[in-house]
Structure formats: structure tokens, C-alpha cells
């Protein structure tokens, strides 16, 4: 018999690189498959009680008799049955043959998307010999991820192997050091625009790289947990919880990128001495922003709900304050008036994704 139950919905998954979208039209639910199988509980002695397991199962994970397998109460009340641990990580592996391949940018957000997915050997080969450009590629995503080491590599072959253990990357403490350098980019961007100092502002550009490479590793935790039952328990966070530090981690990306954006700014007022008052605008309008941000994380890290709501009504004010920065961008012409016009609406931008932050912890503490 097929049970048809049909979906209309359509579902995306958000790598940081790609949005994939799938369309879900039909599932088909068919009694012993493999999406489910009904086994009969049987009691025996009078107290115990067994369920069979499936022999490809056992068979496909080696399992033998008398040995003994973990079992495991989930919040849902399902029971998870896990294989032997074993401190042997098994290789997941993608390989990218590159002779079609002519643009290393191309490359990279591909390689990109296989460290988020979780893979732990990524392969780059061509019929000849691997091009200049397409080796800086590989090396400066190495550069820019955690634990992603180049092992292997000759004239037309690359081997990267992932050389970290999730549970030594904890989620709290990713997003505490993304926290940490935001609030050090804005900052500096306030003092770069009052003491005069073009290269504060380039520095801040720069280390914008620390904050996807934190991103990124979030995600890709995220995203293992999918496929290693185990990782939860092992970095003492529910998958509900990782989801949560996975949605923060991508507003906290966003803010970092428009405090890029600020600095790429700074130039363009420095070389036309903007005037204190817009200075002083804008130094106000980022330090609300800031706060509004030191909420949020205060209330994800203590899980206060009337906090983050109280948080979210942090953003009207400093609404009104941008307002009045875009009003005094009208009074000039010009790349000054663009570039004032540019940092007002990233400092509200900043401010908006730091209330989606607080409306986040709202939705997990209501879900708790």
C-alpha cells in the first residue's frame, strides 16, 4: 500500500555562498523501504523488551554480536540508536575536476560551499597542470577557513583535509569572538573619521576576513550535525540551540559587512572635511547601534526574553537619528553626500539586524 501526502511548500537551505531551493511537490511514504520500516516490540522474560534491527544496517556498520550500542532518549521522545563510537572519523569527500573551470572566484565559493556542507576532504584535480590562478584560489580559502589544511599537492592534483574537531569549536564561544570584533570594527570606525586616519580604515576592511571565517565555521557545525547524531551532545547544545547560534551568526555576518562598508567610507568625508556636526551624527547614531547589538548578545547569552524585547524597541530611536544623518547628506553634493548617505544607512542596517537578533532569541526561548 503508498500512503500520498502531498506538500506544497517550498523549502531553502542558506550556505553562506548559495541559497538551494527545493521544491518538495510529493512525498511518498511506502512500508518497508528505506525511509521507514514498522518493527514489532516483543517482550521477553517478562520485563524486557526488543525490537529487531535492520541487517543492512548492522551489516553496513559492521556491528556484531553481543556488541554493545549506545541508545539515547531525544527531547522529542524518539529513540536514537547510534553505532559503536569510534574516534576514526570517517573521510566525506568532494572532488572538483577544474579543467572546465576557467574562474578561480568560481572555484572558491565552490570550495566555500563544500566546507559549510561539512565534507572533510576536498579534491581539486585537472587533465593538466593546475593553473596559477586557480592554485591562489585554493590556497587562499585555506587561508580563509578554520582546520582546512593542504595535505597533498602535485603539478595537476590538490588534496585538502579537514584538520579540526568540531567539539573543540564550541558555538558560544564563535559567536562571542564574532561579537568581540564587530564592536572593535565600528569603533575604530568612529575614531578613524575623528582622528583622520585613512589606514584604521583600511585596517577595519581587512578584518572583516576574521569575521566569515567564524561565520563560515558556525555553519558548517550547523550543518555536521545533520550527519553526526553525536555533535550535539558533544559541544552541550541542542540542534534547536545550534540553529539559533546559526540565524544569529548570519545577522552578525551582515553587520560586519556594513561595517566594511562604513570604512570604505571614511576615505571619501576625510579627503572633503565633513564637518563636526556630521561627525558627531554619526558617532552618536553608531554607539546606539552598538548598544542595541550589546542587548542582543546580552540576552543570548542569558537567555532573557524581556530583554530582547525591550531591545527590539531600541531601533526607533536610532531610526530617527540615521534620519537626521540623511538629512544633513542633502545639504551636500556629491560623493560626500552619497558616502554620508551610505554610512547612515548602514548604521541603521546594523541596528535592524542586531533587533533580528533579539526577535531570534525570542523565537528560541518561546520554542524551549
Not at 45 to 52: M, Q, R
Not at 63 to 84: C, F, M, T, W, Y
Not at 112 to 130: D, E, F, H, K, Q
Request: hydrophobic share 40%; with cysteine.
Amino acid at each position: 500500500m503508498i500512503f500520498d501526502i502531498k506538500y506544497g511548500n517550498v523549502y531553502t537551505v542558506n550556505t553562506g555562498i548559495f541559497n538551494i531551493v527545493t521544491t518538495v511537490n510529493y512525498f511518498y511514504f511506502y512500508r518497508n523501504t528505506s525511509l521507514m520500516e514498522f518493527r514489532k516490540v516483543q517482550r521477553t522474560g517478562g520485563s524486557s523488551y526488543v525490537i529487531s534491527l535492520p541487517k543492512e544496517w548492522v551489516q553496513s556498520m559492521n556491528i556484531k554480536k553481543n556488541e554493545p550500542l549506545p541508545v539515547k532518549v531525544q527531547a522529542d521522545g524518539s529513540l536514537l540508536i547510534l553505532p559503536r563510537p569510534s574516534e576514526d572519523k570517517k573521510s566525506w569527500e568532494k572532488e572538483f575536476q577544474v579543467d572546465s573551470i576557467k574562474d578561480p572566484v568560481f572555484l572558491f565559493r565552490c570550495l566555500v560551499g563544500s566546507y559549510i556542507a561539512g565534507y572533510t576532504a576536498i579534491r581539486i584535480s585537472a587533465s593538466t597542470r593546475l593553473s596559477p590562478a586557480i592554485r591562489k584560489a585554493v590556497r587562499d580559502f585555506s587561508s580563509m577557513t578554520i582546520g582546512q589544511q593542504i595535505v597533498e599537492e602535485t603539478d595537476s592534483f590538490i588534496l585538502i583535509r579537514d584538520i579540526l574537531n568540531p567539539a573543540e569549536m564550541p558555538f558560544e564561544n564563535s559567536i562571542r569572538r564574532v561579537f568581540v570584533i564587530i564592536g572593535t570594527m565600528y569603533n575604530d570606525a568612529m575614531t578613524a573619521l575623528e582622528a583622520r586616519d585613512p589606514g584604521l580604515a583600511e585596517d577595519i576592511i581587512n578584518r572583516d576576513v576574521e569575521v566569515d571565517k567564524l561565520q563560515w565555521l558556525v555553519s558548517r557545525q550547523y550543518h555536521l550535525m545533520f550527519r553526526d547524531a553525536t555533535l550535539p551532545e558533544k559541544l552541550h547544545v541542542t540542534v534547536e540551540g545550534a540553529s539559533s547560534y546559526y540565524t544569529v551568526s548570519r545577522s552578525l555576518e551582515r553587520i560586519g559587512d556594513h561595517g566594511v562598508r562604513i570604512a570604505s567610507h571614511v576615505p571619501v568625508l576625510l579627503k572633503h572635511k565633513v564637518g563636526d556636526e556630521v561627525v558627531h551624527a554619526m558617532k552618536a547614531a553608531t554607539e546606539t547601534a552598538m548598544a542595541i547589538l550589546d542587548s542582543s548578545m546580552r540576552s543570548l547569552f542569558s537567555s532573557d526574553i524581556v530583554d530582547a524585547n525591550r531591545t527590539i524597541d531600541m531601533v526607533g530611536d536610532l531610526t530617527r537619528m540615521t534620519d537626521g544623518i540623511s538629512a544633513l547628506a542633502h545639504e551636500k553634493t556629491g560623493e560626500v553626500a552619497l558616502s554620508i548617505g551610505y554610512i547612515a544607512e548602514s548604521i541603521r542596517r546594523a541596528g535592524e539586524y542586531s533587533a533580528d537578533i533579539s526577535e531570534a532569541i525570542i523565537n528560541q526561548i518561546i520554542r524551549d
